[in-house]
């Protein structure tokens, strides 16, 4: 088991930034392939960035490509996601998502471990 746990979400108006933090229990965090995800009202849950184990690589969705960072600090137990230049489109709940892969996955059903989510609210 990997419970994750998010925090940082809240009400931003365009334009703004927000840094989620998702908090990782348990061992051998450094073998987990990292991942945010986000769901808005009424739509599917979706990719929107992932990070490897080490944290050299990263992969985002287009939609938030050049505005929204993934990092991670292993010796913490710690993946963030910063977001910058946010709008209103940005609003969803957002996950974070464990997977026990050396590879970067995009796949919802790829990921094992799964967060309660945060919700992120971008005001026009």
């Known amino acids: 088991q990997v419970p994750l746990v998010e925090s940082g979400g809240g009400l931003v108006q365009a334009g703004g930034s927000l840094r989620l933090s998702c908090a990782a229990a348990?061992?051998?965090?450094?073998?987990?392939?990292m991942g945010w995800f986000r769901q808005a009202p009424g739509k599917e849950r979706e990719f929107v960035g992932c990070?490897?184990?080490?944290?050299?690589?990263?992969k985002y969705a287009d939609s938030v490509k050049g505005r929204f960072t993934i990092s991670r600090e292993n010796a913490k137990n710690l993946v963030y996601l910063q977001m910058n230049s946010l709008k209103p489109e940005d609003t969803a709940v957002y996950y974070c998502?464990?997977?026990?892969?050396?590879?970067?996955?995009?796949?919802?059903?790829?990921?094992?471990?799964w967060g309660q989510g945060t919700q992120v609210t971008v005001s026009s």
């Open positions: 998502a464990a997977a026990p892969s050396w590879a970067m996955p995009t796949m919802l059903a790829e990921y094992t471990y």
């Open positions: 348990g061992r051998s965090f450094s073998s987990f392939a």
């Open positions: 990070i490897n184990g080490s944290g050299v690589s990263r």
